[in-house]
């Protein structure tokens, strides 16, 4: 199986020169690889982490079919706990929907769903910058969009939302909106994204909401319209005062923006996942039963945290990851078997859910040093752009673990067999981690898959 090169292949891993000269090939993003040294050094992890095409295109297939419950009425019509905003359909679909899988040796289980997950434009930059020293792990792909492609497509898919919601041709000016950008963990990806506008023609800028306002008619700043509005904030019904602008705006179709309430609340509420891992509703609402099926196997079981199922999970909380219905970044999640009396009570006065503890996999780095490994699919319209997974330590993703941070997903490509490369190249180097140790070869070429 191509997951053994976790284990056993470190002849591939990051060319940092590479990485900074993409960075710096933007004379608009001057001192952004300084900025990501400053700021986030463990943003990027060292190596590569390697999925069999199986187990890739098992994600692909849960995705599907999550897509297909979705878009079915009496699913939303069950979503009892959607803010009134998200009734509201603006046409656009959401950018950047973030899948969140653990993949182990029965397969990828689907643990939770963002809207608007970070790290996608860095990732495309990230996958440019890979070394490999032999053609057998050369040959593996990096996901359904070459790296040097992946721009392109991204520009593409804002496109889509624009018309989606309505209009033609191109958004003249983006605004990349969250509170306080400046301070935030994942700003230069903020920078590279208005960079990346700039140069396929749109003015963009990096803004928080209170730099925004509408007068009825016009979403602006103090330079002009804003027309779209890549939206990064974390109070995803926009309820906030300080976003009261970007509201009215959206529901006044004033200003596309995306992602939006609406996508929020039609995938990633954990509680949704209450409902997609649920046998019995899934059959109630007629769902094909390959479809249910794909459910039950591909996403992990999870279930409403209430007092009258209190005795029960706690009894049985060793093997449940517990988690806020509308959180984000992993906060205020717990493992079960860590938790105490004290935070028992805090999750039973909050909205949370149980889930189903799924183990993460594993990548090592170097001599008895293993790294937990999640793998996240970007989608747009139900289809995968790009593959990345997160290397941490702890108990959640952190992107502050040393030799952890977001890594490229390889994998064989649909027309290779599945264990040649990777048998290959694990019979030619084996287990030979060199920490700390340059990379050998060439760039990794980019391929489709």
């Known amino acids: 199986m191509i997951e053994t090169l976790n284990t056993d292949c470190f002849c591939i891993s990051l060319d940092r020169a590479a990485l900074r000269r993409t960075l710096q090939a933007d004379p608009a993003a001057g001192g952004l690889e300084r900025l990501i040294e400053e700021r986030c050094p463990n943003l990027f992890a060292a190596l590569p982490v390697f999925v069999s095409r199986e ?44 899948y969140d899988f653990h993949v182990g040796t029965e397969g990828p289980r689907l643990i939770e769903i963002n809207t608007n997950a970070g790290g996608a434009l860095l ?28 721009e392109q497509a991204f520009i593409d898919m804002f496109a889509a939302e624009w018309r989606a919601s309505g209009r033609e041709g191109l958004p003249k000016r983006i605004a990349i909106v969250d509170e306080d950008p400046e301070r935030q963990f994942l700003y ?15 003015d963009a800028v990096v803004l928080a909401p209170r730099d925004l306002a509408f007068d009825g008619r016009t979403l602006r700043d103090a330079h002009g319209p804003i027309d779209l509005v890549y939206n990064r904030l974390t109070d995803f019904s926009l309820e906030h005062p300080t976003h009261a602008a970007v509201r009215s705006a959206y529901l006044a179709g004033a200003a596309v923006v995306t992602p939006h309430p609406r996508a929020h609340s039609l995938y990633a509420d954990k509680r949704n996942l209450s409902l997609l891992s649920d046998p019995e509703r899934l059959r109630q609402w007629a769902v094909e039963a390959s479809v249910v ?10 279930e409403l945290v209430s007092g009258k199922a209190a005795d029960r999970l706690w009894s049985a909380r060793r093997k449940l990851f517990f988690k806020p219905a509308a959180g984000y970044a992993s906060k205020a999640a717990y493992r079960g078997e860590k938790i105490t009396r004290r935070v028992w009570e805090e999750i039973l006065a909050g909205e949370y859910v149980a889930q189903e503890f799924v183990p993460p996999g594993a990548r090592r780095i170097g001599p008895g040093q293993d790294m937990k490994v999640d793998v996240r699919n970007y989608v747009y ?45 694990q019979a030619r180097h084996g287990a030979t981690p060199p920490p700390g140790a340059p990379a050998r070869g060439a760039v990794l070429p980019q391929r489709h898959p």
Not at 60 to 73: G, K, M, Y
Not at 133 to 144: F, K, S
Not at 293 to 302: N, S, W, Y
Request: net charge positive; glycine share 8%.
């Open 381 to 425: 319209a139900g289809k995968v752009q790009l593959l990345a997974a997160r290397l941490y330590q702890g108990q959640t993703t952190n992107m502050r673990t040393a030799g952890g941070g977001f890594a490229p997903v390889l994998t064989s490509a649909p027309d290779q067999p599945a264990n040649s490369a990777a048998a290959l190249a």
């Open 123 to 150: 990732n495309a930059v990230l996958g440019r910058a890979q070394r490999a020293c032999c053609d057998e792990v050369a040959e593996l792909v990096t996901g359904p969009v070459p790296s040097v492609a992946l």
């Open 293 to 302: 099926d794909k459910l039950i196997r591909g996403v992990a079981r999870t």
């Open 55 to 98: 187990h890739v295109d098992a994600m692909a297939q849960i995705i599907r079919a999550v897509e297909t419950v979705v878009a079915l009425p009496a699913y939303e019509a069950e979503l009892a706990w959607a803010p009134a905003i998200a009734r509201f359909d603006p046409g656009a679909r959401g950018v950047f929907m973030g």
């Open 188 to 202: 230069p990806e903020f920078l590279l994204f208005a960079h990346m506008f700039r140069r396929f023609g749109m």
